[in-house]
C-alpha cells in the first residue's frame, strides 16, 4: 500500500510539474508575443514618422523646385519679351532704310532715263556729224588724190611706210635708252666685283708650247732610231701610238699625234732611249711601259694638286685623272689646268662678293674645262661632255648646269654658268695668256670683215686694234642713224654666234653724210 502510495504520489508530482512547465511556456510565450508586438508598433510609429517627415522634405522641395522654375520661366519671358522689341525696332530701321534706298532708286532711275534721253540727242547728232565728217573726208580724200595724182592705195602705201618708219625710230630710240642704262647700271656692278677678283687675284702665266720635236746630238742617231729595216721605229709607234717623222731637218726629230699625254709618253720615251743609246724593240717596250705608268702617276698627283690649291674636297679618283690630263692641253699656248685653277680662285673671288656658296663655284671653276681631256674620244661640245662626266660621278647639278652653260650650249640654271663664262673670259684675255699663230689671226680677221659685209647698208669695214675692234662705214643713204645702233647690235650678235675668239671685240659703225657743191 504504501508502495502505491508512493506511485500516485510520484503521478501527482510529475502532473503538477507537467502543468507548472506548461504554465511557464504559456506565459513566456505571451510575453514574447507582447514583446513583438511592441516592436511592431514602434517600427510602425517609426517608419509613421519617417514618412511623414520625407513627405514634408518632399513638399518644400518641390515648392523649391516651383519657385525656381518659374522665376527661370519669367526670367525666359523677359528676355524673348526684350529679344522681339530688339527685332521689332531693328525691322522698323530696316523698313525705313529700304523705303529711303527705294526713293534713292526710284530718284535714280528717273535720273538714268533723263540721262538716256540726253545721250539718245547726242547720239542722233554725232550720227549727223560722222556723216558729215564721211563726206568731207570723201571730199578730201578727192581733193588730195586731184592734187597729188596719187590713188588711194598709194597713198595708203606711202603713208603706212611713213608709220612704218616712225615706228621704228621710236623703237629703236627706246630700246637704245633701255640698253644704255642697263648697260650703266649692270656694267657698273660687274666691272666692280670683276676688279676687285682680279685683284686679288694675281696668277702667272707660262708661256708653253706643245712641241714634240726631239733633239739630237747627231745624224747617226736617226739611223739607230730608224733600226734595220725601220723595225725600231715601227716598234716605237706601235707602243706609243705616235707617228715619228724623220725628215732632212737636222739633229732633230718629229713626234706627231693627236693626244697630248700620249706625245709626252713619247717625247719622254725618246729622250731616254737617246741617252741610254740602247735602242730595239725590246727596249723600247720596257722603256715605253715604264714611262707609261709613271705617266700614270704624275697625272693623278697634278689632279692632287690642282685640287689642294683650289682648297677643295677631295674628288672622284676618275675626275682627278681627268684633271691632270688637262696639264699636257694647251689652248693658244695657255696651259689648260693652271687655267682651270686660275678660274677656280675667280670663281671663288667673284662668288664671295656676291654672296654665292664659294665652294661650289671654285668647284665649279675648276671642272669646266674637264671636257677638253676627253674631246677626242668623246663626241659634243667640251662643256656638254665634261658635264655628263662630272654627273656620273656625283657632282650637284648646280656644278653640273654651270659646267654644261659657261659657252651657253644649254641655257644656265642659275648664277654659275654665268660667273664661269667672265672668269673664263678673265683668264683667257689677261696679256700673254693666250697667243694664236699667224694663220689663225689672219683667218679671224678676213671672217670679220666678211661677216659686216654679210650686211645690206655697209659699205667698208676694217678689221683694226689686233682684231679687237671692228670699225664699220655704212651708206647715209640706206641706214639712218637709228638703224646703225640696230646694224652694230646685229653684228655683234652673229660674230658671237659664228666666230670663236679670246677677249671682246669692239663693234663701230660709222654713218657720214656728205654734201657737195660747186660754185661756178
Known amino acids: 500500500m504504501i508502495l502505491v502510495g508512493n506511485i500516485y504520489a510520484e503521478g501527482a508530482c510529475l502532473v503538477v510539474g507537467a502543468v507548472l512547465c506548461y504554465l511557464l511556456l504559456w506565459l513566456r510565450d505571451r510575453n514574447a508575443r507582447k514583446l513583438q508586438a511592441l516592436q511592431l508598433q514602434t517600427l510602425l510609429e517609426n517608419a509613421r514618422r519617417d514618412a511623414e517627415a520625407f513627405v514634408r522634405d518632399a513638399r518644400l522641395a518641390a515648392n523649391e523646385e516651383a519657385l525656381k522654375i518659374r522665376e527661370q520661366t519669367e526670367q525666359s519671358f523677359t528676355a524673348r519679351r526684350q529679344e522681339r522689341a530688339e527685332l521689332e525696332r531693328r525691322l522698323s530701321e530696316r523698313e525705313t532704310l529700304i523705303n529711303t534706298q527705294l526713293e534713292g532708286v526710284v530718284q535714280a532711275e528717273r535720273s538714268l532715263r533723263e540721262q538716256k534721253d540726253v545721250l539718245k540727242r547726242k547720239a542722233d547728232l554725232l550720227d549727223s556729224q560722222q556723216q558729215e565728217l564721211e563726206g568731207l573726208i570723201k571730199l578730201r580724200r578727192e581733193q588730195l588724190e586731184n592734187l597729188s595724182r596719187l590713188s588711194e592705195d598709194e597713198a595708203r602705201t606711202q603713208f603706212l611706210k611713213e608709220v612704218e618708219m616712225e615706228a621704228m625710230r621710236d623703237a629703236s630710240n627706246l630700246t637704245r635708252h633701255i640698253v644704255e642704262d642697263a648697260k650703266s647700271k649692270a656694267e657698273e656692278k660687274a666691272r666692280q666685283i670683276i676688279s676687285v677678283a682680279i685683284q686679288r687675284y694675281a696668277g702667272d702665266h707660262t708661256f708653253e708650247t706643245s712641241t714634240a720635236t726631239i733633239a739630237l746630238q747627231g745624224e747617226e742617231m736617226k739611223g739607230r732610231i730608224i733600226g734595220r729595216d725601220g723595225r725600231n721605229i715601227r716598234a716605237f709607234e706601235a707602243a706609243t701610238g705616235i707617228t715619228v717623222l724623220i725628215d732632212d731637218t737636222p739633229n732633230a726629230v718629229v713626234l706627231s699625234g693627236f693626244d697630248p699625254v700620249r706625245r709626252e709618253i713619247a717625247r719622254e720615251a725618246m729622250n731616254r732611249l737617246i741617252l741610254d743609246g740602247r735602242i730595239h724593240p725590246t727596249r723600247i717596250e720596257e722603256i715605253v711601259a715604264k714611262v707609261t705608268q709613271e705617266m700614270d702617276e704624275t697625272i693623278v698627283r697634278l689632279g692632287d694638286e690642282a685640287v689642294a690649291k683650289t ?50 663655284a671654285k668647284r665649279t671653276g675648276l671642272l669646266h674645262d674637264i671636257g677638253k681631256a676627253v674631246n677626242h674620244e668623246i663626241e659634243g661640245p667640251h662643256a656638254v661632255v665634261g658635264a655628263d662626266i662630272i654627273k656620273r660621278h656625283g657632282e650637284s647639278d648646280a656644278v653640273v648646269n654651270g659646267v654644261a652653260s659657261h659657252h651657253n650650249d644649254i641655257p644656265p640654271i642659275g648664277p654659275l654658268g654665268i660667273l664661269v663664262s667672265a672668269a673664263d673670259a678673265i683668264s683667257a684675255s689677261r696679256p700673254g695668256a693666250r697667243s694664236e699663230n699667224m694663220a689663225t689671226y689672219l683667218k679671224r680677221v678676213d671672217d670679220l670683215e666678211k661677216i659686216a659685209l654679210s650686211f645690206p647698208g655697209v659699205e667698208k669695214c676694217f678689221a683694226v686694234q689686233a682684231g679687237r675692234e671692228l670699225r664699220i662705214m655704212v651708206q647715209p643713204e640706206q641706214v639712218s642713224d637709228d638703224q646703225a645702233f640696230a646694224l652694230a647690235r646685229n653684228i655683234a650678235s652673229k660674230i658671237e654666234n659664228d666666230l670663236q675668239y679670246p677677249g671682246q671685240i669692239k663693234i663701230t659703225v660709222i654713218r657720214e653724210t656728205r654734201c657737195v657743191e660747186v660754185a661756178k
Not at 677643295?312 to 685653277?341: A, T, W
Open 311 to 360: 682648297g677643295l674636297s677631295p674628288m672622284h679618283p676618275e675626275i682627278i685623272k681627268l684633271l691632270g690630263r688637262l696639264h699636257f692641253r694647251h689652248s693658244y699656248s695657255q696651259n689648260i689646268l693652271n687655267h682651270s685653277i686660275e678660274v677656280a680662285h675667280l670663281m671663288g673671288l667673284m662668288a664671295s662678293e656676291l654672296g654665292i656658296d664659294v665652294s661650289l
